[in-house]
């Protein structure tokens, strides 16, 4: 299995995207589910972790208060919805599971906030 993200793209400072997260054949109901990002030079990095119902969610500070996770394991989807992006938000985001599995890391998506 591996995850596939899209919805990535080029936007201004200030914009929004929103992101998701998909598999065939995996129960995502099962999983609490994280997105993750790594920007040029740098480690990949916590982003957005959400409860395998939904229930719970928790954020890297530095997106606190603008990205949203959310889900619907009906349709094997995971989100990630970004307001008000900055610069420093350009990575490749990755989604996967918590803890992450090496096998399950897909291409990712590419986010380009451009000043």
């Known amino acids: 299995v591996q995850f596939v993200e899209s919805g990535g793209g080029l936007v201004q400072v200030g914009g929004s995207l929103r992101l998701s997260c998909g598999a065939s054949?995996?129960?995502?109901?099962?999983?609490?589910m994280r997105w993750y990002r790594q920007a040029p030079g740098k480690e990949r990095e916590f982003v957005a972790h959400?409860?395998?119902?939904?229930?719970?969610?928790v954020y890297a500070d530095s997106v606190k208060g603008r990205f949203t996770i959310s889900r619907d394991n009906a349709k094997n989807t995971v989100w990630l919805q970004m307001n008000s992006l900055k610069p420093e938000d350009t990575a490749v985001y990755y989604c996967?599971?918590?803890?992450?599995?090496?096998?399950?890391w897909g291409q990712g998506t590419q986010v380009t906030v451009s000043s």
């Open positions: 959400i409860s395998s119902a939904g229930g719970n969610t």
């Open positions: 054949e995996f129960t995502f109901s099962n999983y609490p």
């Open positions: 996967n599971t918590n803890p992450p599995k090496r096998e399950y």
